[in-house]
Every structure is written in structure tokens, then in C-alpha cells.
């Protein structure tokens, strides 16, 4: 399994530490992203852990037409860069069009793929040419293996190096199980792979217009995801997170991922 290098000093994969990759879901006021992007770089500083900072700028595929989307590509790669610049600290966020690849790339350290939009081959490819890192979900509809068509589309396209997030799978109507088998499927791809531990705690359309989540079940899952092996864990933030625009139902505090990652990080240790 190879090492992907992020940024000076911050690596995934073979030899690195856990790499966290933390923020709330949807990009906010510039003073409140600065205030959580501190207290998570502390957090990882703390824990020893290498880390970056996620927020969306849009969320394209919300339930309802009228739910929150964010303030868009200019303002919020303006943000991103701010905490960039502020604290020091390597940047990602989702694309969801191939124009957005290389504008995201001029600010971010790695771009992602969201998980519905994971086989988009014009997508994979923009991302991929812009010599940053690719973080590619897997599709709630696929099974680990196939994820190696998509590992194919970013080697071909001359990705400078490629994560693979679990986030669960489709089970049923409003529901995903985490099939844990997936990680190291994915590991044997020849990249570093990511526990997204907080969308897989998700209630696709749970609340009819909006999704829901059951967060009290983060910790599990997490701690399982570590028994089995990872390099990186993806977690979403947000000091209140009932008051959060997107995916509050199933985010952590600042506080509540301490105590996570607490234990995934005893978990690693004695497996290593």
C-alpha cells in the first residue's frame, strides 16, 4: 500500500500517523470556520495525528430543493483559504463538475469525490489532472471491488495519489450498513483508505425533506473501523451540531471526537 504525500510534512498511507480529516459539513461564516478549524488542528496536534480541514463550499445533492447548499466556489475557497493561510493547515472539499476541479485545486490540497458521483469518468479525470491528491467515496450502490474501476480511471489519468473512503452501502430504504470487508478490499487496491465514520451513520431522507443520523453510534463504528485498519479517519464537526445547515443529525462536537478518536487511536497502537 503506498504512501500519498498531501503536503510538506503531512502524508497518508505507508509509515504516516492517522490522518484525521475534520470540519463541518457545509462551509459557514468565515469567523466560525477559522474558530473550528483552530480547535481541530489543536486536536490533532494533541493526539499526534496528521490533519485536514473539510467543509463544502455546495451540497448538490440535498433532499429538498430549499435545504442550505452554502455560499458557492468563490466564496468558499475564499474561506478555505483564509483557514489555509490562518492556521497553517492542509484544505479539502467536494467538487461535483469537472469545471470545478481545477479552480477547488488552486486552494485545496486534496479534492474529493462524493460518493453518488463516484464513477463520473470527466469528473475523475479533472480532478485527477490537477496534480492534487483524489479522495474518492465509495458509492453508497457499490461494492468495494468495483471500486478498482475507479482506482483505473484516476492511474490512467495521472492522478499524483488517490484515498478511498468507506462511507456504508444502500441497505434497504433510508438505511446503510457498514460492510467492513470493504476496507481492506480497498487497501488491496494499492492505496490508503478512509472510515468516513460520520456518513455512515447517516438516514438517507429520514426526515423526508432532509436526511437524518444517529451519531450516538459514531464511536462504534469507528472503533471497529480501526480494528480492522485504516489511514485515515473522516469525521464531521460542528460545536452545536442541531443547529448545523447540513448534516447535523450525525455529527460530533469538537469534545465527542476527542473521545473517538482517543479510542481509535488505542486501537491502532495495539494492533501495530
Not at 455546495?58 to 474561506?79: T, V
Not at 485545486?105 to 469518468?121: E, G, S, Y
Not at 460492510?179 to 483508505?193: A, T, Y
Amino acid at each position: 500500500m503506498r504512501r500519498v504525500e498531501i503536503a510538506d510534512g503531512l502524508a497518508a498511507g505507508e509509515g504516516a500517523p492517522l490522518l484525521l480529516i475534520a470540519g463541518p459539513c457545509l462551509i459557514e461564516d468565515e469567523a466560525f470556520m477559522l474558530e473550528v478549524a483552530g480547535s481541530l488542528r489543536e486536536l490533532a496536534h494533541r493526539h499526534e495525528v496528521g490533519f485536514v480541514f473539510k467543509s463544502s463550499f455546495d451540497k448538490a445533492n440535498r433532499s429538498s430543493m430549499h435545504s442550505a447548499r452554502g455560499p458557492g466556489i468563490e466564496g468558499g475557497l475564499e474561506i478555505l483559504a483564509r483557514v489555509k493561510d490562518e492556521h497553517g493547515v492542509a484544505v479539502t472539499t467536494d467538487i461535483h463538475e469537472p469545471w470545478q476541479a481545477e479552480q477547488a485545486a488552486a486552494v485545496c490540497d486534496v479534492l474529493q469525490i462524493p460518493a453518488f458521483l463516484c464513477r463520473q469518468t470527466d469528473l475523475l479525470v479533472a480532478a485527477a489532472r490537477t496534480g492534487r491528491v483524489v479522495n474518492a467515496k465509495k458509492g453508497q450502490f457499490l461494492s468495494a471491488p468495483e471500486m478498482r474501476n475507479v482506482v483505473g480511471k484516476l492511474e490512467e489519468a495521472g492522478a499524483a495519489g488517490i484515498m478511498l473512503t468507506e462511507r456504508g452501502t444502500t441497505f434497504g430504504y433510508n438505511d446503510l450498513v457498514v460492510d467492513f470487508r470493504s476496507l481492506p478490499q480497498m487497501r488491496d487496491l494499492g492505496w490508503p483508505v478512509v472510515f468516513d465514520a460520520t456518513h455512515s451513520v447517516q438516514i438517507p431522507g429520514g426526515l423526508g425533506t432532509a436526511s437524518s443520523g444517529r451519531r450516538e453510534f459514531v464511536q462504534y463504528l469507528a472503533r471497529a473501523a480501526a480494528a480492522v485498519g485504516i489511514d485515515a479517519l473522516f469525521v464531521e464537526v460542528h460545536p452545536t451540531p442541531a443547529d448545523a445547515p447540513s448534516d447535523g443529525p450525525n455529527m460530533l462536537t469538537v469534545e465527542e471526537l476527542d473521545r473517538v478518536l482517543t479510542q481509535v487511536l488505542a486501537i491502532l497502537r495495539s494492533n501495530a
